[in-house]
C-alpha cells in the first residue's frame, strides 16, 4: 500500500521561504513523473511544480522563479522549495504523482501572513 506524508508547513511572513518535504513508501518516486500540489481555501487543488522521471522541472506561472521542485532519490522524498512567499501562496500542499492518480495524503498547511 502506498503512503504519502506530507510535512515542513507553517506559518510565515510575506517574503519568507519554508521546505516542503514528501516521504514514501510503497512505491518509488523515481520511477514516475511527480508534482506538487496545492489547493487554496475555497478553489480547486492546481499543480504548481512537476519534475519528470529523468529530473526535468516544469512551474506554474503563479510560482516560476520563487519555488524549487527536487527529489533524493536515495531518501525516496521530494522537496519543494518556497521562496518569497505571497500571501496568495496560502493553501494546503500535496505530492503525488503526475498525473495524479494516488490516494491524497494530508497535505501540509502553509500560511503566508503578517
Known amino acids: 500500500q502506498v503512503h504519502l506524508v506530507e510535512s515542513g508547513g507553517g506559518l510565515v511572513q510575506p517574503g519568507g521561504s519554508l521546505r516542503l518535504s514528501c516521504a514514501a513508501s510503497?512505491?518509488?518516486?523515481?520511477?514516475?513523473?511527480t508534482a506538487w500540489y496545492r489547493q487554496a481555501p475555497g478553489k480547486q487543488r492546481e499543480v504548481v511544480a512537476r519534475?519528470?522521471?529523468?529530473?526535468?522541472?516544469i512551474y506554474s506561472d503563479a510560482v516560476k522563479g520563487r519555488f524549487t521542485i527536487s527529489r533524493d532519490d536515495a531518501k525516496n522524498t521530494l522537496f519543494l522549495q518556497m521562496n518569497s512567499l505571497k500571501p496568495e501562496d496560502t493553501a494546503v500542499y500535496y505530492c503525488?504523482?503526475?498525473?495524479?492518480?494516488?490516494?491524497w495524503g494530508q497535505g501540509t498547511l502553509v500560511s503566508v501572513s503578517s
Open positions: 503525488n504523482l503526475d498525473p495524479s492518480w494516488l490516494n
Open positions: 510503497g512505491i518509488t518516486f523515481m520511477a514516475f513523473n
Open positions: 519534475i519528470s522521471k529523468l529530473g526535468n522541472t
